[in-house]
């Protein structure tokens, strides 16, 4: 079995539900909806702080003259 199967395999089998026999309220919801925005939007934070250290790592520092 490839990787790839098995993480497709993995990701199918997590959203098959069974019979829970439980009550999701509206409330419940808006809070899961809520937990994902926030954890996408820390991700892109994250990406965007690391994104411009590295890019700083590259970037030519300017020279200093010595004229003062």
Known sequence: ??????IL???GLS???LN?????DPGTG???????VGIVASIG???KTWWY???GLFRR?????GDE
Do not use: E, T
């Open 61 to 65: 520092k300017p020279s200093v003259d």
């Open 9 to 11: 395999l993995f990701v």
């Open 45 to 47: 934070l994250a990406l």
């Open 30 to 36: 808006s809070m899961l909806i809520s937990a994902i």
């Open 53 to 55: 250290k590295i890019k």
């Open 15 to 17: 959203f098959y539900a």
């Open 20 to 24: 829970a026999r439980a009550y999701l």
């Open 1 to 6: 079995m490839s990787l790839s199967f098995r």
